[in-house]
């Protein structure tokens, strides 16, 4: 049976009830959205109001043939791919047959109706039409986060910056200034040796800030040592810096190296979803979860925070939600963002092959 949110609608038009009945049970067994029309009249009205995958359409109807009710369907721009299947009680040549198909049909069943036969050529255009549906969705829904990355990598770019001038920029211009005042001969030697000192702590300072932009930007404990000493790096400064208890637990207790695209993608969900629980939960905990099993990565990030507010869809809380359910998406993985009590928890779900096993895949353990 088909899930009720990916039905589909299937429009059949017969100025007969007894046919129209007859089809209905037909195609009841493919679990769709079944409507009747028992005119060519009261079909254009259901048309304008609906999207449908097939029309069943009578070729014989007294008010509008089905030839006609075709050629109206197809001058509405929302029609011009609705798959339109004739039913004819009477023999068609094949000229009839093709002026139906420059009409817009795509197939015709004969009276009497062999109820598999309909069944399966409904049932195929159907699926074509919810498949092309479904791609429409990804499309927009790709568009529309490859735009909001595109905003999201600008105001990375000019965080970065900003960071950049204000705080490195202007520790190397006073240690500059600093530099060449050493050189002037008014300074004695106990002023030249303090303003060295205070030289050699603002590279100092400024050594610090290109380490800690550089470890945000991708850390290199991640490609040496792996995703628990990053992870453990990572919620340490997080916690320090924010103000927030973070626990980490791991199982099994040695938790082994992945693949390096796996680690990436796990420790930027973690990174992602804890820079919302710091900017917008209001929590004073969080944890961490991070599970191996014998065919996939379990990860949890939850919070004691305020939680997702009611009436804002998970889907559409930001392009960080977007980023985190691509990034597990392309690895075929599981994405879920709900509500706990209290807070919020993400949970990731991600498919691995079994360390025993010798097909390569990706992602994959490193043996």
């Keep these: 049976m088909t899930a009720k949110e990916d039905k589909v609608n299937i429009l059949m038009v017969d100025d007969q009830p007894a046919k129209l009945l007859s089809y209905e049970v037909i195609l009841g067994e493919l679990g769709e959205n079944l ?6 009249k009261e079909a254009l009205e259901l048309l304008l109001k609906n999207d449908f995958a097939v029309v069943l359409l009578d070729v014989s109807m007294p008010d509008i043939d089905g030839f006609e009710m075709a050629d109206i369907i197809r001058q509405h721009p929302r029609f011009k791919k609705t798959a339109i299947i004739f039913i004819s009680a009477v023999h068609m040549s094949d000229l009839d047959r093709l002026k139906g198909y420059k009409r817009g049909a795509v197939d015709y069943v004969s009276v009497p109706v062999v109820p598999e036969l309909l069944r ?19 499309n927009l829904e790709l568009h529309s986060l490859s735009t909001s990355l595109i905003t999201a990598q600008d105001e990375e770019r000019r965080r970065i910056a900003r960071e950049l001038h204000d705080g ?18 008014e300074n004695s030697a106990e ?6 000192v205070e030289i050699n702590k603002l590279i100092d300072g400024a050594l610090q800030q290109v380490r800690r932009v550089s470890y945000l930007l991708h850390p290199p ?11 453990g790096w990572y919620l340490e400064g997080l916690s320090k810096r924010g103000g927030i208890e973070i626990a980490m637990r791991m199982e099994p207790p040695d938790f082994p ?7 990436t993608t796990l420790f930027r969900v973690v990174q992602e979803a804890l820079t919302n629980v710091f900017r917008h939960s209001g929590a004073t905990k969080a944890c961490v979860t991070l599970e191996k099993r014998e065919r996939e990565i379990a ?20 392009v960080g939600v977007g980023g985190m359910r691509q990034r597990v998406k392309q690895l075929g993985g599981k994405f879920l ?5 209290p807070g919020a928890v993400v949970e990731v779900v991600i498919p691995i092959m079994p360390a025993s096993s010798h097909v390569p895949a990706v992602p994959a353990i490193v043996p």
């Excluded at 190296?257 to 680690?263: A, F, G, N």
Aim: with cysteine; net charge negative; hydrophobic share 40%.
């Design 299 to 318: 990860l949890s990030v939850c919070d004691d925070g305020v939680g997702i507010q009611d009436g804002i869809h998970p889907d559409r809380i930001g």
């Design 257 to 263: 190296r992945l693949t390096l695209e796996l680690e």
């Design 221 to 231: 404990l991640l490609d040496e040592i792996g995703l628990r000493s990053a992870l």
């Design 337 to 341: 963002l709900r509500n706990a009590d």
């Design 168 to 185: 490195l920029g202007q520790d190397l211009t006073v240690a500059k200034i600093m530099l060449q005042g050493i050189f002037r001969e």
């Design 35 to 40: 409507v009747k029309a028992s005119s060519g």
């Design 191 to 196: 002023s030249r040796q303090e303003a060295i």
């Design 120 to 138: 399966a050529k409904v049932s195929v255009f159907a699926e074509l039409h919810r498949k092309s549906r479904q791609l429409e969705l990804m």
